[in-house]
Every structure is written in structure tokens, then in C-alpha cells.
T-cell receptor
Framework: NAGVTQTPKFQVLKTGQSMTLQCAQD?????MSWYRQDPGMGLRLIHY???????DQGEVPNGYNVSRSTTEDFPLRLLSAAPSQTSVYFC?????????????FGNGTRLTVT | TQLLEQSPQFLSIQEGENLTVYCNSS?????LQWYRQEPGEGPVLLVT?????EVKKLKRLTFQFGDARKDSSLHITAAQPGDTGLYLC??????????FGTGTSLTVIP
């Protein structure tokens, strides 16, 4: 049982390049989300999805796109990378957003934009 | 502006000491969770509290949810080096968003 799988683990981009961070879960979770983690700021929500075909913005959505064509996959796209997007990105899934169900996290993607 | 503020941001203590980490907000949360994160890994859930005034114990860890459901605390008794890590509180405020606190980095020195 793999849980939440993120790829790649590390990535270096030049300013202006685009890329997609992959996230897949095998737990049949309806809720999936993307966070970025920066020192001293905890985790900030970028985008989330409550099911296939449904996505919504979180706290810091600018510069990122998402789609949810299947229950399993929730890719995060950086349209035109900027140095301010240097961060560690985490994908998380949950059985339900209701009732305090836990978030299950991947091991993160460390992104550097030069 | 962070919805959830944690204090202290950094904590370095000797093995065997007690400590308390605080998670505060001006907003009401329907539930609040505590996670622990180790380097190179994603956060892992420790506990969920859903009722104002609720106290939960997990071995040497005691979690409390404030009566007004705006704050929470994590108390560790007799800290051990294995408790070292980043502790994060997270709350469901409204809708489908989970907000995370700013984090407390704990180091327990043997």
C-alpha cells in the first residue's frame, strides 16, 4: 500500500520554465490538496479538490494550476516558475474533510527556482 | 497573516524536561489536529480534537482544545530524543480548507 506518492523528489528550474509536480494516492480518498512549506510559515494551502472534476483555490493559488480528472491523481502545474516559488511542496489526501479525518501526506518535492 | 499562530517557534530542551507548545487563533475551528514532521518526510497525524475543552492523552503527550475552540496546546512530559521534530497544529475553519499553524521545531538533547 503506497499511500501518497509524489514525484519528483527534487527539481531545479530556471525562471520562466514550467513543470508539473505529480501526486497519486491509492487509498480511494476523495479529498486531495497541495501545500507549500516555507521556513517559519508552516504549510500553506495552494489548491484542493473534494472529488474528481472539482477543484478550488486555497490561501496561495497564484502561479499554480491543478486538475482532477481521476480520483487517484492530482497534479500541480507551475505555469512560469519564479524564485518566490522555491519551496517544499506537499500533496495530501484524506478520506473526508468532515469529522477530523487525518490528512495523509507524501514525502514532498523540493523545488528550487534560479 | 497566518490563521493559526504557534509558540514558541523553536524549543531546545534537555531529555527528561517537560514542555508545552501553544496554537492560537482568533477564529473558531470545528476540529483541530496536531501533526509531527521529521526531516525529509511529510507530517504525520498525532491526534484530532473536536469538542471544546476536550483533553486527549497519547502516552507522554497531552493535547487540549480550548473551551471556545480557538486554541489548543500540546504538553510533553519527560521529553525524549525521539520526540525531536516539527510540531504543527491544523484546523478546519470553514468550508473545505485545512489551515496549518506556523510550526514549533523541538530539539531534545540527550
Amino acid at each position: 500500500n503506497a499511500g501518497v506518492t509524489q514525484t519528483p523528489k527534487f527539481q531545479v528550474l530556471k525562471t520562466g520554465q514550467s513543470m508539473t509536480l505529480q501526486c497519486a494516492q491509492d487509498m480511494n480518498h476523495e479529498y486531495m490538496s497541495w501545500y507549500r512549506q516555507d521556513p517559519g510559515m508552516g504549510l500553506r494551502l495552494i489548491h484542493y479538490s473534494v472529488g474528481a472534476g472539482i477543484t478550488d483555490q486555497g490561501e496561495v493559488p497564484n502561479g499554480y494550476n491543478v486538475s482532477r480528472s481521476t480520483t487517484e491523481d492530482f497534479p500541480l502545474r507551475l505555469l512560469s516558475a519564479a524564485p518566490s516559488q522555491t519551496s517544499v511542496y506537499f500533496c495530501a489526501s484524506s478520506y473526508s474533510i468532515q469529522g477530523g479525518s487525518p490528512l495523509h501526506f507524501g514525502n514532498g518535492t523540493r523545488l528550487t527556482v534560479t | 497573516t497566518q490563521l493559526l499562530e504557534q509558540s514558541p517557534q523553536f524549543l531546545s530542551i534537555q531529555e527528561g524536561e517537560n514542555l508545552t507548545v501553544y496554537c492560537n487563533s482568533s477564529s473558531v475551528f470545528s476540529s483541530l489536529q496536531w501533526y509531527r514532521q521529521e526531516p525529509g518526510e511529510g507530517p504525520v497525524l498525532l491526534v484530532t480534537v473536536v469538542t471544546g475543552g476536550e483533553v486527549k492523552k497519547l502516552k507522554r503527550l497531552t493535547f487540549q482544545f480550548g473551551d471556545a475552540r480557538k486554541d489548543s496546546s500540546l504538553h510533553i512530559t519527560a521529553a525524549q530524543p525521539g520526540d525531536t521534530g516539527l510540531y504543527l497544529c491544523a484546523g478546519r475553519h470553514s468550508g473545505n480548507q485545512f489551515y496549518f499553524g506556523t510550526g514549533t521545531s523541538l530539539t531534545v538533547i540527550p
